[in-house]
């Protein structure tokens, strides 16, 4: 497995993106995620995305961090947002998440950001896993959806 930085708006990131919105769509009955983001959230050093590829190149995994400081959706100084954390279907249990949660851990860990924030919802139970088990704790509701009833969100010091 190779991970490699990519920009978010890169044809394996395009393709990836798609396929998280279009599961979320299936797990809430909606278009999916409707967070606001740009390409330039996820540029060094303010941000960084991610991509995991197999042997034979084929994009399997993905996630991303962008930089957030207090903004008024509740979010604080120092804070890197986890943003489009996903596996592929039949590439799920391998430990991949794992690693490229680590991998932009360490990079906003670098750059001086002082927690890692993200928002998931009550109907994706391995992503709660997932973080529950890496060391994240729920935290105060931030961004989009702190005022939907589903949103679930967490945070980690780095």
């Known amino acids: 497995m190779h991970i490699r930085p990519v920009p978010f708006d890169h044809p394996d990131a395009v393709k990836l993106n798609d396929q998280v919105q279009a599961e979320y ?5 909606d278009d999916g995620d409707a967070t606001p983001l740009d390409t330039a959230d996820f540029r060094p050093p303010n941000g960084l995305y991610l991509i995991a590829y197999d042997a034979l190149g084929t994009p399997v995994a993905s996630g991303g961090w962008r930089a957030q400081d207090e903004n008024g959706e509740g979010n604080e100084d120092g804070d890197a947002e986890l943003k489009r954390m996903y596996v592929i279907e039949q590439m799920r249990g391998r430990g991949l998440a794992r690693r490229v949660l680590a ?28 973080y529950t088990s890496s060391g994240y704790e729920p935290c105060g509701k931030f961004g989009y959806y702190r005022f939907h009833d589903l949103s679930l969100c967490f945070a980690k010091a780095l």
Do not use: N
């Open 103 to 130: 991998a932009l851990e360490d990079d906003a860990r670098a750059v001086g950001r002082t927690r890692m924030v993200l928002e998931t919802g009550a109907k994706q139970p391995e992503a709660v896993a997932l």
């Open 25 to 29: 769509g299936v797990r809430y009955g």
